[in-house]
């Protein structure tokens, strides 16, 4: 079955802590996302990956890294500079439509489970 | 920069009644997501819209899109319980690579 995986569900982070959430897709997708969603709000873009060794920043991306070395990989750190990490961290894959010419395509992000990351 | 907005953000519907959520984008835009979300879990994909005037039906929700006024319409027929969750819409940029995502309505469908 195709998909994307996050791992771990749930995860607790002591102050002055780094912790890396997981992300992984087997569709065979150029792009990948981290989004954060805090209660009751919309999804906010960290960062974003449109080929391998290459991201960019997103909207929110202060004490937050990434790594792309492997196509299927997109793993995210919580650094300890991020003074408020308590949310739910989403990761998403899609085709990338730069590469279609922009093309109009019926394709969407396809979205994980998701991690719910709380502080101790 | 672009922006989207969605109303209402909270919406709260007898069952078999009709309602429409709204969003509105700020800046050209030729694709546009809606999705549902249950509490506690990730998103699910609804519709693509493509182009202008595109609609898409699935079950009792209707989506459509009209570029020209950056404004894409998800109409609920005949209200189920089972419809209740939080819709967003989200507009890709014209460079192909972020998707903006609005607040989302919270759609609440009462007995």
């Known amino acids: 079955d195709g998909g994307i995986t996050q791992s771990p569900k749930y995860l607790f982070r002591k102050e002055g802590q780094n912790v890396t959430l997981s992300c992984e897709q087997n569709?065979?997708?150029?792009?990948m996302y981290w989004y954060r969603q805090d209660p009751g709000q919309g999804l906010r873009l960290i960062y974003y990956?449109?080929?391998?060794?290459?991201?960019q920043k997103g909207d929110i991306a202060e004490g937050y890294s990434v790594s792309r070395e492997k196509k299927e990989s997109f793993p995210l750190t919580v650094t300890s500079a991020q003074k408020n990490p308590t949310a739910f961290y989403l990761c998403?894959?899609?085709?990338?439509?730069?590469?279609?010419?922009?093309?109009?395509?019926?394709?969407?992000?396809?979205f994980g489970p998701g991690t719910r990351l709380l502080v101790l | 920069e672009l922006k989207v907005e969605q109303n209402p953000l909270f919406l709260s519907m007898q069952e078999g009644k009709n309602y429409t959520i709204y969003c509105n984008y700020s800046?050209?835009?030729?694709?546009l997501y809606w999705y549902r979300q249950d509490p506690g879990k990730s998103l699910e994909s609804l519709f693509v819209?493509?182009?202008?005037?595109a609609v898409k039906q699935e079950g009792r929700l209707m989506a459509s899109l009209d570029t020209k006024a950056r404004l894409s319409t998800l109409h609920i027929t005949a209200a189920v319980h089972d419809l209740s969750a939080t819709y967003f819409c989200?507009?890709?940029?014209?460079?192909?690579?972020?998707?903006?995502f609005g607040p989302g309505t919270s759609l609440s469908v009462i007995p």
């Open positions: 989200a507009v890709e940029g014209t460079s192909y690579d972020k998707v903006i």
């Open positions: 819209l493509l182009s202008n005037g």
């Open positions: 998403a894959s899609s085709i990338d439509r730069r590469r279609t010419g922009g093309v109009p395509l019926q394709e969407t992000q396809y």
């Open positions: 800046t050209t835009s030729d694709r």
């Open positions: 569709l065979n997708h150029d792009a």
């Open positions: 990956s449109q080929i391998v060794n290459d991201f």
